[in-house]
């Protein structure tokens, strides 16, 4: 497997994270986007325990 970049992007509400990760999308045309599953019903299940 090739190796590749980690790049994580945090901030407070407004910062614009989503802004600079659709940026980097359009640059990178094949990188990989993941986020912390706090708004699925795993996040939800996790986060009440």
């Given amino acids: ?3 590749g970049k980690l790049i ?12 600079i990760a659709k940026l980097l999308g ?5 990188a990989v986007f ?3 599953p706090t708004r699925s019903w795993i996040g939800k299940t996790v986060k009440n325990r």
């Fill in 8 to 19: 994580t992007l945090e901030g407070i509400d407004g910062t614009g994270k989503s802004s």
């Fill in 26 to 30: 359009t640059e990178f045309p094949n």
């Fill in 34 to 36: 993941t986020r912390e």
């Fill in 1 to 3: 497997m090739p190796e």
